[in-house]
Nanobody, 119 residues
């Protein structure tokens, strides 16, 4: 079992940057892969970035490649999402989620953090 808490969202102008954090509870966090998702008003939630248990493998949605970077610090039980060159269309609630090595689905979710990008 793992509990996730996101932070770092806010209001930023287009072209700006934020670093989102996903803090996890539990001593076995390093055994979980983590993903970042977002949901904009009126749209479905979408996957934007993922990182493996040891951080050695990452993957991204095409539209954020080169602008967003996912990383993790297992000693701090935290996963980060650095978001640069923000665009108004990046406005959404951003969620982190975790899945165990035995699961293909994300079972544990945070409450989300709002990112608003003004033009």
């Amino acid at each position: 079992q793992v509990q996730l808490v996101e932070s770092g969202g806010g209001l930023v102008q287009a072209g700006g940057s934020l670093r989102l954090s996903c803090a996890a509870s539990g001593r076995t966090f390093s055994t979980y892969a983590v993903g970042w998702f977002r949901q904009a008003p009126g749209k479905e939630r979408e996957f934007i970035a993922g990182i493996s248990q040891n951080g050695g493998s990452t993957n991204y949605k095409d539209s954020v490649k080169g602008r967003f970077t996912i990383s993790r610090d297992n000693a701090k039980n935290t996963v980060y999402l650095q978001v640069n060159s923000l665009k108004p269309e990046d406005t959404a609630v951003y969620y982190c989620a975790a899945r165990s090595r035995y699961s293909s689905t994300y079972n544990f979710w945070g409450q989300g953090t709002q990112v608003t990008v003004s033009s």
